[in-house]
Each structure stands twice: as C-alpha cells, then as structure tokens.
T-cell receptor, first 115, second 113 residues
Framework: DAGVIQSPRHEVTEMGQEVTLRCKPI?????LFWYRQTMMRGLELLIY????????DSGMPEDRFSAKMPNASFSTLKIQPSEPRDSAVYFC?????????????FGPGTRLLVL | KQEVTQIPAALSVPEGENLVLNCSFT??????LQWFRQDPGKGLTSLLL?????REQTSGRLNASLDKSSGRSTLYIAASQPGDSATYLC????????????FGKGITLSVRP
C-alpha cells in the first residue's frame, strides 16, 4: 500500500489567496483526520471524518478553514483567504476504524508558507 | 481540557546508552496512549499503543509503560543508536472522545556516535 498521500508537499502563497490541500487515505480506512503542526502549538487536530461524514470540527480555527470528504478516497482542506499565521505543516491521517483501538497512519504532510 | 506534557524538549545522549522519555497527562480518564516517532520533514509513525487496561507494551528495543492513576507514561529505549535520532511524541485519547488524539509537543532526541 502506498500509505496516506498528500499533495502538494510544499506550498508558498501570498496572503489573501485560496489554498487547497489534498489527501488520499489508505484504501479501506474509514476515518480521516486533518492536523496542523507549528512550533508554538505543536500538533493539533483540526477535523476528523468517519465514513465521509465530519464528526468533530471543533479544532477548525475559524470560518476561513473548510474541509470536505466527497468520497472514501479523497479529502480536501481549504483555506480562504489565507493569512501568514496559517503557515504550518498540515498532516492528513487515516485509521481503519472509528474506534480508538487502532492507530492512525500519517501522510508526509504539506508545508504551507503564507507570505 | 486534556493537556499532555513532555519534558525535556530535547535530549542528547551517546550511542549505546539506555534512556527514558517521559510523558504526563492531566486527565486520567484516557482510552489509550500512543508513542509516535517523527523524522525531520516527515510524518508521524506509530511506535507503540497502550490500551487503558494495559500497563506496558514492547517492540524490539522499545518499551512503553502506562500509569493512568498518576497520569504518566515512559518510553524506554535500550542500547540507543544514531538511527534512533528523531522527535518522539506522546498522544492520548480521552475516553468517550472517539478517535481524537491530544499530542504532547515531543522530545527531540539526538544519539551521538
């Protein structure tokens, strides 16, 4: 299996632009998670889906952030408009089940820099 | 709110040394605890997962223990090697929180040849 796939791996954009991050989970996994990692705040859960349905989006910082999962093999995290403080590494992870007995498998991340 | 603390933030040891990484959490009502490894510029890889009913898990040179009542976990690395150099993160799942993980900020380990 190729593991969790994220694109792009790096993104540099200017403040005010729209940014779309993409994720393909491991085939057969039912849960998908979006995280953000910064030096100051560490790794934070933004949102997670179970069977393509958003379960908990309490970590989404504000209305500028939105996430979708139109099918079991694809998810997007969109930031519109982007701001310099959104600069971080964004990780997508997937898990076989919605319970907590299984670990999560992380993608390589997208490094976002907003100028 | 669950808080996970890992101290120190960085550690440097000579090759061959046995070492212990510490993790503490504020809410003992956890479902499980995991240790992850993160290499520079990469994603996280799960090392060990301890369910709340367990006291420890072992994998090769790694041993993780869990003491729920005191809110502590340790990751023991035996006979450290330069290839063990990475950041090690501890994460807990609160009971009833489904799959939601709360992470510590990690300990960056450097093993000197």
């Amino acid at each position: 299996d190729a593991g969790v796939i994220q694109s792009p791996r790096h993104e540099v954009t200017e403040m005010g632009q729209e940014v779309t991050l993409r994720c393909k989970p491991i085939s057969g996994h039912n849960s998908l998670f979006w995280y953000r990692q910064t030096m100051m705040r560490g790794l934070e859960l933004l949102i997670y889906f179970n069977n393509n349905v958003p379960i908990d989006d309490s970590g989404m910082p504000e209305d500028r952030f939105s996430a979708k999962m139109p099918n079991a093999s694809f998810s997007t995290l969109k930031i519109q408009p982007s701001e310099p403080r959104d600069s971080a590494v964004y990780f997508c992870a997937s898990s076989p089940t919605s319970g907590s007995r299984e670990t999560q498998y992380f993608g390589p991340g997208t490094r976002l820099l907003v100028l | 709110k669950q808080e996970v603390t890992q101290i120190p933030a960085a550690l440097s040891v000579p090759e061959g040394e046995n070492l212990v990484l510490n993790c503490s959490f504020t809410d003992s009502a956890i479902y499980n605890l995991q240790w992850f490894r993160q290499d520079p510029g990469k994603g996280l890889t799960s090392l060990l997962l301890i369910q709340s009913s367990q006291r420890e898990q072992t994998s090769g040179r790694l041993n993780a223990s869990l003491d729920k009542s005191s809110g502590r976990s340790t990751l023991y690395i035996a006979a450290s090697q330069p290839g063990d150099s990475a950041t090690y993160l501890c994460a807990v799942t609160l009971a009833g929180a489904n799959s939601k993980l709360t992470f510590g900020k990690g300990i960056t380990l450097s093993v000197r040849p």
